[in-house]
């Protein structure tokens, strides 16, 4: 599939109801608004294309980019790649599909670190995706790994700003659901900071409560165990 077919496509797939959903999330009004069921139709159809990944993303536009980071080859994503999109792009949901492209890329633990510290609120936001990626998905990583970035977010939450906060959040919970250890660390942290005020816009979402959403997770992870 090339570029002029690739955008075709998703033009026919774009509603004004998804563009209406998608804008409240966050994205720009350059999009179709395709929904995530048909992003995967062509996914599927395409498999990795690194050229045409590129090509989408140069457009600019919303559909075209989530479709890039779906079929960019994670070995042929450069770090200077990489930085090139995190930094062109002010989409929650496009940068936390660039975090988990780069997941398993030698220089992801040099990116987590530069990108967390950014006051930049679009790069830190990509920067707390990715340390969200490596606590769900990484289990080779020591609990040691964690505990400079939950003392970031124990003194910086609060003066962060939104989609970083809102990142940091996010890290925060994966965190706390990897093992006992992290879960008592993360909760300590929890205490000190309160509640965290984000703003989610004209949406639905709600920040979820630390210590709920934690036991749920454990709860869930018991059953399986059990089952």
């Not at 994205?27 to 062509?42: C, E, H, I, P, T």
């Not at 005020?197 to 749920?216: A, L, S, W």
């Amino acid at each position: 599939m090339n570029l002029q077919e690739a955008m075709t496509r998703l033009e026919e797939y774009g509603t004004e109801q998804n563009r209406k959903v998608y804008q409240r999330h966050g994205a720009s009004a350059n999009l179709f608004g395709v929904s995530f069921a048909n992003l995967k139709v062509l996914k599927k159809e395409i498999k990795k294309d690194q050229e045409l990944a590129e090509q989408l993303w140069a457009t600019g536009n919303e559909d075209a980019r989530t479709l890039a980071t779906m079929i960019a080859d994670p070995k042929l994503v450069s770090a200077e790649l990489a930085e090139e999109w995190v930094h062109s792009t002010s989409t929650p949901v496009i940068l936390d599909y660039v975090a988990a492209l780069i997941l398993k890329n030698k220089y992801a633990g040099e990116k987590v670190q530069a990108w967390t510290a950014d006051e930049d609120e679009w790069v830190g936001r990509a920067g707390w995706s990715l340390l969200n990626q490596m606590a769900l998905h990484d289990a080779k990583l020591p609990d040691e790994f964690f505990l400079p970035y939950l003392e970031q977010i124990r003194l910086n939450i609060h003066t962060s700003r939104n989609r970083k906060k809102e990142g940091m959040h996010t890290a925060l919970l994966s965190i706390g659901m990897r093992n006992d250890a992290l879960e008592e660390q993360v909760l300590r942290v929890v205490r000190e900071i309160g509640p965290v005020d984000i703003d989610h816009g004209e949406t639905g979402c709600k920040t979820p409560d630390p210590v709920e959403y934690i036991g749920r997770a454990k709860e869930r992870k018991q059953k399986k165990v059990k089952a």
